[in-house]
């Protein structure tokens, strides 16, 4: 394709982000998809199942449990998800992305599974937090490398597509809780087998993954570009071999670029904050906002159905389950909208419907016109727009900042998000519904919580509306310049993608 010359001094002339955006959609971009897109599924079925366990591990023949520890579990998921985040983002930018793949699951397939013996409040609240560092560090390696191996014009729709994919989680932790927590398995036997699905399906895709090369694009930035165009070779030989025509691409269109520098965390700031102000604080509103009304949401729902519609245990997933496919199928249906009308406007839309429909949701919970099933309705509603909102806003913070930084900006804002928003949220939201046993639970302190929760999306709504950047079918390399480019092609990256196999 070019004449390259390894070098880890001088500069380095690199075709690759070129050659992987202009590839049609192959049997390896599903390969990606699967092989990497599963975590989201294990996060998805990991919050569900707790939030079906709040339920039981209140009742005395279990761990008897308080609401507020209930909450606090969630919670303490979700600290664990910051600090893997943390920690592993900044691993993924130096050692790739590949590396971390196995690492990151093992942990999180040891974390869930050991919560299933825990014997008492304090070992669950320790598994919870190992299971949440590996669930983070999979988020911030995988994004990543979804981002860099999908073409440009479908980035947004995959991208999107496996955010929402955690529903589908969500849904079969619903399906398997209809039997864990019916009269066929003891009470105190359910919510520990519980914690075996997710690491029993963990175990299986970590072959799949040993398939899937390192990103070329990370490898191009880190003084290994031969060997990232030796793995866009390959992938243009499958191609080839199923009789696909890839038109070359114009070597005038290579990037020149340096080895990539490495910062510190206040060095990263300064870069979020100081050279991109306007991106740094789209990426905060949009992950802040969407955290806390998921996870007041989420980890509060078995609760609320119990408390305030006298829901038995064994029957909440029967509410959840279609809940769960509300929120699978808006990613799913309208995802694609987001590479066609465009990330702003869809962003908007999305934000800006789920909070004025959760106000009217608060509003009739408040009045007691709602019982149990039109209150899941309400739900699904809302959630269908929310979910593709949420989704937005990981892709978002995965595309608007250099490639070098990805999973530190990915672990990053999603950090803040969690920290600000998501952390708070399930505690808060438990001590607002009130004590479990409570047969006439008032409606004023959670309505106050719903119009909180509404009040963010909006915000996020108009934060997206200003500020926003349309990143739709644009390279990677054309919405933010690489820190190691020494010199970008003229008319950007995108159009010479766009203009060469389709």
Same mark, same amino acid.
């Given at each position: 394709m070019s004449a390259l010359v390894e070098s880890r001094a001088g500069p380095v002339r690199s075709l690759v982000p070129a050659r992987m955006d202009r590839l049609p959609w192959t049997r390896f971009h599903w390969l990606?998809?699967?092989?990497?897109?599963?975590? #989201?599924?294990?996060?998805? @079925?990991?919050?569900?199942?707790?939030?079906?366990? *709040?339920?039981?591990? /209140?009742d005395a023949q279990t761990l008897h449990l308080s609401t507020g520890q209930v909450g606090f579990l969630g919670s303490m998921y979700l600290i664990g998800e910051v600090v893997g985040a943390l920690f592993f983002g900044r691993l993924t930018d130096k050692l790739g992305r590949k590396r971390l793949f196995v690492i990151t699951l093992v942990i999180y397939l &040891?974390?869930?599974g050991l919560g299933g013996f825990a014997w008492s409040y304090w070992p669950l609240l320790v598994c919870r937090f190992i299971a949440g560092t590996g669930i983070g560090g999979e988020y911030t390696a995988i994004n990543a490398a979804i981002d860099e191996l999908i073409p440009s014009r479908y980035r947004g729709r995959v991208d999107i597509a496996v955010n929402g994919t955690? #529903?589908?989680?969500?849904?079969?932790?619903?399906? $398997?809780?209809?039997?864990? &927590? *019916?009269?066929?398995?003891?009470?105190? #036997?359910?919510? !520990? $087998?519980? =914690? &075996?699905?997710?690491?029993?399906?963990?175990l299986v895709i970590i072959?799949?993954?040993?398939t899937i090369p390192e990103s070329p694009r #990370? @490898?191009? /930035?880190?003084? !290994?570009?031969?060997?990232?165009? !030796?793995?866009?070779?390959?992938?243009?030989e499958r191609l080839r071999a199923e009789n696909v025509d890839l038109e070359p691409v114009d070597d005038s269109k290579a990037l020149v670029i340096m080895q990539s520098p490495r910062l510190n965390m206040i060095e990263l700031t300064k870069v979020f904050f100081g050279q991109y102000p306007r991106r740094a604080v789209l990426g905060a509103t949009m992950m802040i906002t969407q955290a806390f009304l998921y996870n007041a949401i989420f980890f509060s729902y078995a609760l609320v159905l119990k408390v305030f519609y006298h829901i038995p245990a064994g029957h909440v997933p029967y509410f959840f389950f279609p809940f769960a496919i509300g929120n699978?199928?808006?990613?799913? /249906?309208i995802g694609r909208l987001f590479d066609t009308i465009g990330r702003r406007r869809m962003i908007f839309a999305t934000y800006l419907l789920s909070g004025l429909l959760l106000y009217v949701s608060a509003y009739l919970f408040n009045q007691g016109s709602l019982n149990a099933t039109t209150q899941t309705i309400c739900w699904c509603v809302i =959630?269908?727009?929310?979910?593709?909102?949420?989704?937005?806003?990981?892709l978002t913070v995965s595309e608007i900042f250099p490639l070098e930084l !990805?999973?530190?900006? $990915?672990?990053? &804002?999603?950090?803040?998000?969690?920290?600000?928003?998501?952390?708070?949220?399930?505690?808060l939201f438990g001590h607002l519904i009130g004590g479990a046993n409570n047969a006439h639970a008032p409606t004023g302190p959670l309505t106050i919580g719903y119009v909180i929760g509404a009040s963010f999306m909006i915000a996020g709504a108009l934060v997206a509306l200003f500020l926003g950047v349309d990143a739709e079918r644009r390279s990677l390399e054309d919405i933010a310049s690489p820190l190691s480019a020494v010199r970008l092609p003229e008319g950007g990256i995108s159009a010479a993608a766009a203009g060469s196999g389709g």
């Open positions: 990606v998809v699967v092989g990497l897109g599963v975590s #989201w599924i294990l996060d998805g @079925l990991e919050i569900q199942i707790v939030s079906l366990v *709040s339920g039981p591990l /209140t &040891f974390g869930s955690y #529903w589908a989680g969500a849904a079969i932790g619903s399906a $398997i809780g209809l039997y864990l &927590f *019916s009269n066929h398995v003891p009470i105190d #036997w359910g919510w !520990r $087998i519980g =914690f &075996f699905i997710g690491p029993i399906l963990g072959f799949v993954r040993r #990370w @490898l191009m /930035t880190h003084g !290994r570009n031969d060997e990232a165009e !030796r793995i866009v070779d390959e992938i243009e699978l199928l808006g990613p799913l /249906t =959630f269908f727009f929310a979910s593709a909102g949420a989704s937005s806003a990981y !990805r999973g530190q900006a $990915i672990s990053y &804002f999603y950090a803040l998000s969690q920290g600000a928003g998501g952390v708070v949220a399930p505690w």
